[in-house]
């Protein structure tokens, strides 16, 4: 993996396990943590929105996002304009997420996949290159 990438990661309350594990497997000093920094309850957009705007701005190269289902997270950080985020619950998916849509945010369903597929999925995601080409097309259509 590219340890010179910069790294942006959130999560409520139902993803702040899982955010924590990811922040330690990547061990890297390029990566930002955006909170949540515990357990208790927490609103998923208070975390959402400001990994999607650092991610949009250019300060980060990629934003990680998990909560429950990864549903709220990628609602809200898609209603950015530079942000095209992915619900990835495999790394199948995370791969294709890139090739294809060139997401430069994963959403991470914490309550439906283990911690060690999350790092599979976060892996694949970073690693994996965009196509371009007709995929570029598609990609160019999106915004509003």
């Known amino acids: 993996m590219n340890n010179t990438l910069k790294i942006a990661i959130g999560a ?3 993803g702040f396990d899982y ?4 922040a330690k497997w990547l061990n890297a000093d390029n990566l930002k943590d955006f909170g949540t920094y515990s357990s208790a ?16 701005n250019g300060e980060f190269d990629f934003g990680i996002l998990v909560c429950g289902s990864a549903n709220g997270v990628a ?7 530079g942000i095209r985020a992915a619900i990835c619950w495999n790394e199948e998916l995370a791969s294709l997420a890139r090739k294809h849509n060139n ?3 994963v959403c991470i369903p914490a309550r439906f996949i283990s911690i060690e597929e999350a790092e599979n999925i976060v892996r694949t995601f970073l690693s994996t290159e ?9 990609v ?3 915004a509003c």
Request: proline share 4%; glycine share 4%.
């Open 12 to 14: 409520d309350h139902a």
């Open 19 to 22: 955010k924590e594990a990811i």
């Open 41 to 56: 309850s927490a609103d998923y957009p208070d975390f959402a929105h400001p990994v999607a705007s650092a991610v949009e």
């Open 75 to 81: 609602i809200t950080a898609n209603k950015h304009q």
């Open 103 to 105: 997401a430069n945010i």
């Open 130 to 138: 965009f196509e371009g080409g007709r995929h570029a097309n598609r």
């Open 140 to 142: 160019n259509k999106i």
